[in-house]
C-alpha cells in the first residue's frame, strides 16, 4: 500500500539562526566516536547552516568507503533519525532550514521530509529535491513502474525515470523516462522523440525556455539543445553546461581518439581525460580539469597520471585527482575547486591551496565580493563550515 501524505511540515532543524553569516566558520557537528560513516553520505547546506550524515553501527565494509548491513539512521543537525535497514543521502532545500530523506525498513522504502514519514510503500526511491518555492519532489518505484510525486501530484508511471530537475523559477519540470525499450526526455507537457538510452542528466538553461541532454541512436551520442541536435560522438562523458547567456553548451566527449570539450561548435584540444566545463558568471571564460596519464581516452578507470585544471587554454598546478565542479569568483579573476594530496583533500585556488582535511563535501561557495570562500569539510570526525581567504581585492 502507497502512503502519500499532503504536506511536508516546516520543522526546524538549525544549527545557525538565518542572521548567521555564511562567510564565518563554525564547528557544525561532531560524528560519535561508535559510529561509521561513509564520507559521500555527508550532506553540507549550501548555505552552510547545517550538515547531514548517514550513521551505521554493525555494518561490515566490503570495500572502501563503502559498509554493508548493520543500522541506519540520518543525524541532521542536532537530530536523530530512528533506525533503519538502509538510507539515501539528505536534501535540503536553498535555505537549508528544511531537509528530506529516503530510507529503507522491513523490505519497503519511506520518504521522511522535516521529521515527517510522508510516503512509504515503494519498491525502491530515487533523486529527491525541493522546488525553488519549498514543495518537495521526489522519484519512486512501486510494482515494477516509476513515476514522480512533486507535492500532493502524482505523475504517469513509466518503465523507469531518472534525473528530476526543475527550471529555475519552479515552472518547468523535466525527467528522462523509459517506455519498453526507448528512453524520451519529458519537459513539461511535451515529449522529446524516442532514443535508445539517454545521458547522464537532463538540464535547464539559465532562463528556463530549453533544455539540454545527451542521448544515443544506435552506437552513437549526440547532444539536444532545444530542436537542435549536435554532431554524433562516440561517447558523451558528462553533463551540458550552459553559458550563462544560454546561447552556448559545452560538455565532455570521447571522439573515439581522445577526450575534449566541446563548446558550441568549436572544440577544444585532446587529452586522456576531461571534466565537465564550467562558464565564469560573465560567460567570458571557461575552465575544466584534464588528466593526463595512467588511463586511456574513453574509460571511465585510471591509475596513476595527473590531473589539473585548465582555464582559457592555461594550465594549472598538477594533482592526482580533482573534483568537479570548478567555480569562478564573481569577477572570474580566480577559480576554484577540491583536489586530492595524498589521501587528503584541499581546495585550490589558482596556485594556493586550504589546509588538508579527511574530506571536503558539496558545492563551494565564493562571497559576493570574491574575497572568501566557504565549504564543508571533514577533519577527523568533526565536521566543519571552513572560510578561505581568497586575497585583498
Known amino acids: 500500500m ?6 511536508c511540515l516546516v520543522l526546524s532543524c538549525d544549527t545557525a539562526s538565518p542572521q548567521d553569516d555564511p562567510f564565518e566558520e563554525r564547528l557544525l557537528a561532531t560524528i560519535h566516536e561508535n559510529d561509521q560513516v561513509e564520507r559521500w553520505r555527508i550532506d553540507f547546506a549550501q548555505n552552510g547552516r547545517i550538515v547531514a550524515y548517514g550513521a551505521n553501527r554493525g555494518g561490515q565494509r566490503y570495500g572502501h568507503p563503502f559498509l554493508s548491513g548493520g543500522a541506519w539512521w540520518e543525524v541532521i543537525g542536532n537530530k536523530r533519525s530512528e533506525d533503519f535497514e538502509e538510507i539515501s543521502g539528505v536534501s535540503f532545500n536553498l535555505e537549508g532550514d528544511r531537509w528530506a530523506f529516503a530510507a ?20 525502491w526511491v530515487g533523486r529527491i529535491i525541493f522546488r525553488p518555492d519549498g514543495i518537495l519532489a521526489y522519484e ?13 501530484k502524482k505523475f504517469d508511471a513509466y518503465d523507469g525515470l531518472y534525473s528530476t530537475v526543475f527550471s529555475r523559477d519552479g ?9 519498453g525499450d526507448h528512453w524520451i526526455v519529458k519537459v513539461g507537457d511535451q515529449s522529446s522523440v524516442p532514443f535508445h538510452q539517454i545521458g547522464l542528466g537532463v538540464v535547464f538553461s539559465p532562463q528556463g525556455n530549453q533544455v539540454a541532454f545527451a542521448a544515443r541512436q544506435g ?18 562523458r558528462g553533463f551540458p553546461v550552459f553559458s550563462p547567456d544560454g546561447a552556448l553548451v559545452a560538455y565532455p566527449v570521447f571522439d573515439g581518439v581522445t577526450e575534449r570539450v566541446v563548446v558550441g561548435d568549436r572544440k577544444e584540444p585532446g587529452f586522456d581525460g576531461v571534466s565537465d566545463p564550467a562558464f565564469s558568471r560573465d560567460g567570458t571564460k571557461l575552465a575544466y580539469a584534464v588528466h593526463v596519464g595512467g588511463k586511456k581516452p574513453g574509460e571511465s578507470h585510471w591509475s596513476g597520471g595527473t590531473e589539473c585544471v585548465i582555464v582559457d587554454g592555461k594550465k594549472g598546478p598538477l594533482f592526482s585527482w580533482i573534483r568537479p565542479p570548478i567555480y569562478f569568483s564573481p569577477d572570474a579573476s580566480d577559480v576554484a575547486y577540491v583536489a586530492k594530496v595524498g589521501e587528503k583533500y584541499v ?6 591551496k586550504s589546509e588538508k ?33 581568497v586575497r585583498d581585492k
Not at 2 to 7: D, P, R, S
Not at 219 to 236: A, C, L, N, Y
Not at 347 to 352: F, H, L, N, Q
Not at 362 to 386: C, I, T, V
Open 140 to 152: 519512486a518505484w512501486q510494482d515494477g513502474k516509476a513515476f514522480l510525486v512533486v507535492g500532493e
Open 357 to 389: 582535511f579527511d574530506y571536503i563535501g558539496g558545492d563551494l561557495q565564493f562571497s559576493p565580493d570574491g574575497k572568501r570562500l566557504a565549504f564543508g569539510a571533514l577533519r577527523g570526525r568533526e565536521l566543519w563550515w571552513r572560510v578561505m581567504n
Open 171 to 179: 515552472k518547468t519540470i523535466a525527467f528522462a523516462a523509459r517506455q
Open 104 to 123: 529503507r525498513k522491513q523490505g519497503e522504502w519511506s520518504v521522511w521530509c522535516d521529521e515527517k514519514k510522508i510516503s512509504g510503500g515503494f519498491s
Open 347 to 352: 581546495v585550490a585556488i589558482g596556485d594556493r
Open 219 to 236: 552506437d552513437r551520442w549526440s547532444m539536444h539543445v532545444g530542436d537542435k541536435t549536435g554532431e554524433p560522438f562516440e561517447q558523451i
Open 2 to 7: 502507497i502512503l502519500l501524505k499532503a504536506t
